[in-house]
């Protein structure tokens, strides 16, 4: 693989993440049980990323989806929210993935990315409303988030077993992390 060819990769994944984001959020709630709660496809692309590029390349698909997205009408808010849950997310499902595809599925994976995804933009909501009480809204939205992880999960490991392009980079990023 060239660098031409996995700067590429990475520019693409992360307009995917972008459109996926912005649709997302012309999609009104379709919880009316729990306020606020999306279906998380935007993550669908970061569980991809994890899974075929380098950790430091993985975290510039986010990041580059982070900015994007609040460029393209978010918020400080907005972005504050989505970086401290995108963040949060991405580093428990790197850990997560540490502990071994023997251990846990790429399905558990996002699904953990769901529950501390939600966790973070938690947390920021109760210290911008500086009470805790917030966080009584966590059982609700970690069901939620399990559930869209799953879905997420799902369909990213049916993409990288049947698109040609991320078989070719996930067996890459493996050989490269037999090879060190």
């Known amino acids: 693989m060239t660098k031409s060819q996995k700067m590429i990769y990475i520019a693409l994944l992360a307009a995917q993440a972008v459109v996926l984001s912005l649709v997302e959020r012309m999609i009104p709630s379709p ?35 982070l900015l994007m997205t609040t460029l393209l ?10 970086c401290v849950g995108a963040l949060l997310s991405y580093i428990g499902m790197l850990v997560i993935k ?7 599925s790429v399905i558990g994976v996002s699904a953990t990315g769901g529950i501390l995804h939600n966790l973070g933009q938690l947390i920021v909501a109760s210290t911008i409303a500086q009470s805790w009480t917030v966080l009584l809204y966590l059982p609700i939205l970690s069901f939620m988030g399990i559930m869209a992880g799953i879905a997420n999960g799902i369909i990213a ?22 090879s060190h």
Do not use: C, E
Not at 73 to 82: A, E, I
Not at 157 to 178: D, G, P, S
């Open 31 to 65: 919880f009316a049980f729990a306020p606020g709660a999306k279906l998380g496809i935007g993550n669908l692309i970061t569980i991809i990323a994890i899974y075929t590029l380098p950790f430091k390349d993985s975290f510039t698909v986010v990041w580059m989806r």
């Open 157 to 178: 490991n049916y993409m990288m077993a049947h698109i040609n392009t991320l078989k070719f980079f996930r067996k890459n990023q493996l050989k490269n992390k037999t």
């Open 73 to 82: 009408g978010g918020t400080l808010s907005t972005f504050l929210y989505s």
């Open 98 to 104: 540490l502990l071994g595809s023997n251990k846990v």
